[in-house]
């Protein structure tokens, strides 16, 4: 069974420009939860995909946004990038709504805004 | 939406001791309340979850307890090895888990 994987795992960008992190969801998993975890904080909600359709957003401007596709694999895309959006970005993936709830956590993508 | 507050931000302990970390939920709604362990530079990893209509949950070193009158939830870990330190974030969610929200962690010390 292959876990959750994120990609880039570092990155680095400038202020004002996009970027586009991406996350293969676990086998058998359809629900796809984004997070922000700035250093020495827990992870903050994004928002989560369910079958192709945001089910649930946080408090984050509406830059940010995010897709999933067909096979469950899911983008968060940030655009007109502050300082403040540097942190380390989590995608969780679970079976679905109905099920026990667990979030399994990817390695996450360490994006550096300059 | 539901915020969750987690106390106390450090903790330190002598191997073999008891750690006790708190947390309280702001929305009445919430029903699951689970508990992450991260270890440095890892990704956070579910060590004990608990739903609404228990109290109480062990697995053999680790407990939770729950109060849903008083909105609040505590993690106990007995016998504290070096191995148990890392911060750990407790959460909460709705009944349809599409909106969990953590505490901002509590990093565990376990001296040897």
């Known amino acids: 069974e292959t876990g959750v994987t994120q990609s880039p795992t570092h990155l680095i960008k400038t202020r004002g420009q996009q970027v586009t992190l991406r996350c293969s969801s676990q086998?058998?998993?359809?629900?796809v939860s984004w997070y922000q975890q700035a250093l020495g904080q827990g992870p903050q909600f994004i928002f989560q995909y369910y079958r192709e359709e945001e089910n649930g957003r946080g408090n984050f401007p509406p830059r940010f946004s995010g897709l999933q596709f067909p096979n469950y694999s899911s983008e968060l895309n940030v655009n007109a990038l502050e300082l403040d959006d540097s942190a380390l970005y989590l995608c969780a993936s679970s079976p679905g709504m109905s099920t026990t709830g667990e979030l399994f956590f990817g390695e996450g993508s360490r994006l550096t805004v300059l | 939406g539901e915020n969750v507050e987690q106390h106390p931000s450090t903790l330190s302990v002598q191997e073999g001791d008891s750690a006790v970390i708190k947390c309280t939920y702001s929305d009445s709604a919430s029903n699951y309340f689970p508990w992450y362990k991260q270890e440095l530079g890892k990704r956070p990893q579910l060590i004990i979850d608990i739903r609404s209509n228990v109290g109480e949950k062990k697995d053999q070193r680790i407990a939770v307890t729950l109060n849903k009158t008083a909105k609040h939830f505590s993690l106990h870990i007995t016998e504290t090895q070096p191995e148990d330190s890392a911060v750990y974030f407790c959460a909460a969610s709705n009944a349809n888990n599409n909106d969990m929200r953590f505490g901002a962690g509590t990093r565990l010390t376990v001296k040897p």
């Open positions: 086998s058998g998993h359809n629900t």
